[in-house]
Every structure is written in C-alpha cells, then in structure tokens.
C-alpha cells in the first residue's frame, strides 16, 4: 500500500497572509488540530497546528506567516512513498497528521493517526484464511491441502500438540488475525510462523518431486 491510498484528500489548508482568527476559524469548522499552510500554486511551506492558533491569538499575532512552524521543521511523506513510512512517522514522532505531496511538493492529502488506527482495527478483523490464500497465490503450484498439511505440522512443532490438516484449517476459518496475534505471541511470532509454513511446504513439495 501506498501513501496515496492511505491519505484523506479532503483537507482544509491555509495560506501565509490568512488571519490567525480565520485560521481558528477554519480549523475549528472541520474539527482539525493541525493543517498545512500552502502558497498560490498549493506547494507546502509551512504547518500550523491548534496550539500554535491558540499562542497566536493569545500574543495578539495577526498573520498566520507569524506563528507557523516552517517548511524545514515539517515531516512529509511522497505520495508513492509505501504507507508504513507515515504509520512509522506519526507512530515514532507521536505526530496527528503527516501531509503527502507529490513531485511538485504540493500537497495532496494527509494522512492522519486516527485514520492509520482505523486500518488496523479492520485489519484485525480479517480472517486468517485470507492470508493464506494470498500465501497459496505467492507459492505457484501449491495446493490448499499441502499448505495446511504443511501448518499443522508447523503448529505441532511450535506447540507440542498434535493437530491435523482439518483441525488446523478450521481454526484459520473462525479466526481472526487479532486473535491470532494474541494467541501466538506477538506479530513477530504470527509471520514467523507464515514463513516457516511457507518453507515447510516448499521442502515438502521438492521432497515428492525427488521421489
């Protein structure tokens, strides 16, 4: 996924002569706590955020080119960059939004912590069959059958406990990845185990085909 498909296009952004009070205004009406200030041609030069409106109005400054912060101090994303480089931005920055520009530094869209919190919640919701499905896609010339044969004897190494083919593809069929990340320690834990499914059947395929 990139960027681009992760950002929210409508956006209200502010120019460098708009009044601190419009701009209070403004963010006010949209329910915004930060927002990209652009010059004629919608290129990025500065960032305002809702405590800086609020010092603004406090110190009686006019112009919002007075209390932003400038095009240096600002963290952006391009537009074809992979979307895991803003989660990682806002994520290590504790940043609200991350604005994506194009190549001509124009600003197209944001992308916002409470949209990237939304994505993982439905991505939590997904079935874990999903995700073999797409792993069966990937691995050209494997069966269904195979890739859980090959899982459960994947599960029986980690686990310890004995599961067949069956067991293991109705558990993928009720689960959910959140669950499976809980259940199996951890996201690191839950692709660790994808991969060593994927060797698995790999060398289980290459084992048949020697014989």
Same mark, same amino acid.
């Given at each position: 996924?990139?960027?681009?498909?992760?950002?929210?296009?409508?956006?209200?952004?502010?120019?460098?002569?708009?009044?601190?009070?419009?701009?209070?205004?403004?963010?006010?009406?949209?329910?915004?706590?930060?927002?990209?200030?652009?010059?004629?041609?919608?290129?990025?030069?500065?960032?305002?955020?809702?405590?800086?409106?609020?010092?603004?109005?406090?110190?009686?400054?006019? /112009?919002?080119? =007075?209390? $932003?912060?400038?095009?240096?101090?600002?963290? @952006?994303?391009? !537009?074809?960059?992979? *979307? %895991?480089?803003?989660?990682?931005?806002?994520?290590?920055?504790?940043?609200?939004?991350?604005?994506?520009?194009?190549?001509?530094?124009?600003?197209?869209?944001?992308?916002?912590?409470?949209?990237?919190?939304?994505?993982?919640?439905?991505?939590?919701?997904?079935?874990?069959? /999903?995700?073999? =499905?797409? $792993?069966?896609?990937?691995?050209?010339?494997? @069966?269904?059958? !195979?890739?859980?044969? *090959? %899982?459960?004897?994947?599960?029986?190494?980690?686990?310890?406990?004995?599961?067949?083919?069956?067991?293991?593809?109705?558990?993928?069929?009720?689960?959910?990845?959140?669950?499976?990340?809980?259940?199996?320690?951890?996201?690191?834990?839950?692709?660790?185990?994808?991969?060593?499914?994927?060797?698995?059947?790999?060398?289980?395929?290459?084992?048949?085909?020697?014989?």
């Amino acid at each position: 996924m990139k960027a681009k498909e992760l950002m929210d296009k409508n956006f209200v952004y502010l120019n460098c002569d708009d009044t601190v009070i419009d701009a209070s205004l403004a963010m006010e009406d949209v329910r915004r706590f930060t927002c990209p200030v652009v010059n004629e041609n919608k290129q990025l030069v500065g960032w305002v955020t809702s405590f800086e409106i609020t010092k603004g109005l406090r110190q009686g400054n006019d /112009k919002i080119s =007075e209390i $932003m912060s400038g095009y240096e101090e600002i963290s @952006t994303v391009h !537009e074809n960059d992979p *979307a %895991s480089k803003a989660v990682i931005l806002t994520a290590n920055n504790k940043f609200v939004t991350v604005p994506v520009v194009n190549d001509d530094n124009q600003v197209i869209g944001m992308v916002r912590a409470c949209d990237i919190v939304e994505l993982l919640s439905e991505l939590y919701d997904i079935k874990v069959y /999903k995700l073999y =499905e797409a $792993m069966q896609h990937q691995l050209k010339g494997v @069966t269904w059958d !195979e890739l859980m044969a *090959a %899982s459960a004897l994947v599960s029986k190494k980690t686990t310890g406990v004995k599961i067949s083919p069956e067991e293991y593809e109705d558990n993928i069929m009720n689960s959910t990845f959140g669950e499976a990340i809980w259940a199996t320690g951890g996201l690191e834990k839950f692709f660790a185990g994808l991969i060593s499914v994927g060797e698995m059947v790999i060398a289980r395929k290459v084992g048949k085909a020697k014989k």
